[in-house]
């Protein structure tokens, strides 16, 4: 008799996106001629650059003959991007790396998900709070989280990032195994510096501990002393895991392209404590026997991002995301808004008027304004009081979204 992996009945439905969805179109059945705005919305809006086109287009041409036809790649990626990445985003950062610690994958999402296959089920699990969920999830299905409780998991250690300690997470004062920080940080928008981020890999040192380090939005870090890598802080090497993606950084959602960086430095011990393991071993093992790369097309793709061209049309499709959340926040903190984030990232992290909680303050702006976000409880407990809405959008949508909740509170205030 085949029995089922009860731990998946554990996890809560993801609801969020639905709820939401279910939300918006009871509001347009009963506002019909109304266009409603999302600024809820995770994914890209602008389409793939030039260069990036151009190389997909080749890269096809290539498989339409039988000398450059590709099929299976190396698990871990071709050289031609290994080595691109290497050099454009790591060298010129003071930061050296063997191509054998880079890992070529299908986007971010499957890695930060399966990284805890190659670490003990028992180990115990710290996240900030809130947190990009697949983090607490994947751990979760095998079993480590442990239980729910009144929202929060018995064997996750939660540490909160609010407006009242600055979004800064406290180190733990007990021991965690495995600690998730995501920065420039979803949902928040915020970034941690280099004096605080290097108290996470001072403690990780002490304890024996792995980070994992998600840096899928670090290409939108505009202020140059914020750490884009966790291997600007050293020791580093020793005991974190860097997961990167095209996603944010170049429109890749559909695409599907990113990294993960696993350094020959980084071990990990057996339960008895004799022997310590390479994860970079571990980790190709796993590769080899549950992935079979990415597709040539994408690496190509991806690889014409270093491109002079190619570097130039993503910084400016950036920097027009960028734009959209200089004018969200502007005219948001004009009207008294609370908010923080959109300055590293491509989110903004809004705390809700006279503490009115996520979700009320959700169905507020969609029936006053016609503007979709995204609750902040949604992401943990932490978040609750808090929206997030992101830049991702159009220029004019984003105007009209600003004029809309403009009008609203004034109106509501009179
Ligand atoms: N990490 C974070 C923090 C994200 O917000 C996302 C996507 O929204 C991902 C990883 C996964 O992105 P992808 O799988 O498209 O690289």
Known sequence: MALVNEHFLKLPGNYLFADIAKKVNAYQVSHPKQKVISLGIGDVTQ???????????KAVDEMAHKA??????????????????????????GIHLDPNEIFINDGAKSDTGNIQEIVRWDNNVGVTDPIYP????????IGRAGVLENGRWSNVTYMPCTDENGFVPQIPDHRVDMIYLCYPNNPTGTVLPKEELRKWVNYAIRNDSIIFYDAAYQAYIQDDSIPHSIYEIRGARKVAIEFRSFSKTAGFTGVRCGYTIVPKDL?????????RVSLNQLWDRRQNTKFNGTSYISQRAAEAIYTPEGKEQVKATINYYMENARIMRTQLTKLGFKVFGGENAPYLWVK?????SSWKFFEQMLYGASVVCTPGVGFGPSGEGYIRLTSFGDR???KEAMRRIADWMLGSNK
């Open 47 to 57: 389409p793939l650059c030039p260069a990036v086109i151009e190389a997909m287009h």
């Open 68 to 93: 450059s036809f590709r099929g299976y790649g190396p698990e871990r990626g071709y050289n031609f991007l290994r080595e691109a990445i290497i050099k454009n985003e790591f060298l010129p950062r």
């Open 134 to 141: 697949v983090y607490i999830d994947s751990n979760v299905m």
């Open 267 to 275: 071990t990990a011990v057996t339960v008895d404590g004799k022997t």
């Open 352 to 356: 809700t008027p006279n503490n009115t």
């Open 396 to 398: 004019e949508d984003c």
